[in-house]
């Protein structure tokens, strides 16, 4: 029975290139001169330190700019509020990877709401989708490739 998962992934690795690629053109550029501006990841968070929120704002569009080149959709990261402390400010962006269990249920009752002859199965952090046909498992990835989810899908799995 053909099958398929539904999943939310990014390739942490080209994620770290790319912070290292834009804590390089911080050091470079003119506007952030003399500023203890960086980019620094633990686990899944990325943090912006800069002297102040015009800056966080310009390292946020390097940081989009970098990952989008890298292939890693920006629609994956939560910005956090920035924080001042002394004279620096700080600013935490969430890289988000898995599929929670609110948008797996509205996943789930998308596929059945278009009543096809597929089911969908949550299993932990990505949602198993199998049929008979393998022109409605085709036609579920076009259905969600339009529908505007607030997080990225990748289709993974697909087998015959």
């Known amino acids: 029975m053909p099958s398929f998962d539904i999943i939310s992934e990014f390739d942490m690795h080209e994620a770290t290139n790319a912070i290292d690629q834009a804590n390089k053109e911080v050091g470079t550029r003119f506007d952030f001169k003399g500023t203890d501006s960086s980019f620094e990841l633990k686990d899944e968070k990325l943090l912006m ?3 102040s929120t015009f800056q966080l704002q310009q390292m946020f569009a390097v940081m989009c700019s970098k990952l989008s080149r890298r292939g890693i959709d ?3 990261m939560e910005l956090g509020d920035a924080k001042g402390s002394g004279k620096l400010m700080r600013q935490e962006i969430t890289l988000k ?3 929670d269990s609110v948008t797996a249920k ?3 009752k998308l596929i059945k709401d278009k009543k096809l002859k597929v089911q969908a199965a949550i299993q932990g952090d990505k949602v198993r989708v199998t049929g008979k046909k393998r022109d409605d498992l085709q036609e ?3 259905m969600l490739r339009d ?3 607030e997080m990225p899908l990748q289709y993974d799995n697909f087998r015959d």
């Open 49 to 51: 330190i800069s002297e």
């Open 97 to 99: 990877q898995g599929i």
């Open 106 to 108: 509205k996943i789930v």
């Open 147 to 149: 529908e505007k989810l």
């Open 140 to 142: 579920v990835i076009q």
């Open 74 to 76: 920006i629609a994956c």
